[in-house]
């Protein structure tokens, strides 16, 4: 079995579902439980620290529900996906967009937030690929 089928296969897509849930889970507390600290250290703002870590527990909720499921729905495993994306971007806009001010610790935690959710909706987007080619291979008997 190729690395790409492995990666690829629904054991995995789960474990890194769960995977996703629970460091989705972990930022979340901790955004929301050191904000002020983390707003000092980070140079970001501590209303958007707490938001996001408000935020970020709906995520969990669907990706910890996903990771339960013996096959993913695709339509929410897009949407896991897609919100990943789009916390990656984010976080590329937070640390050069101009909006705030981050320190040099706050861009680098910007940067591996960016680039550990973009490894993992790639992940989930090869697992989402899977998922649809299984959808079109006709039923044999």
């Avoid at 640390?95 to 790639?122: H, I, K, R, S, W």
């Amino acid at each position: 079995m190729s690395l790409i089928a492995q990666l690829s296969s629904i054991t995995v897509l789960r474990r890194v579902l769960a995977f996703d849930a629970v460091s989705g889970a972990g930022t979340g507390v901790l955004h929301l439980l050191l904000a002020p600290l983390l707003s000092t250290w980070l140079g970001l703002p501590e209303a958007l620290l707490q938001a996001s870590g408000v935020a970020i527990f709906a995520f969990v909720l669907l990706a910890g529900w996903l990771a339960l499921q013996a096959t993913p729905p695709r339509g929410a495993l897009m949407g896991i996906v897609l919100l990943n994306v789009v916390w990656a971007i984010a976080c590329l806009w937070l640390a050069f967009g101009g909006a705030v001010n981050p320190t040099p610790l706050g861009v680098a935690y910007l940067l591996v937030q960016a680039a550990v959710v973009f490894v993992l909706a790639e992940l989930e987007w090869m697992g989402w690929r899977q998922l649809a080619s299984a959808d079109r291979r006709p039923l044999t008997a």
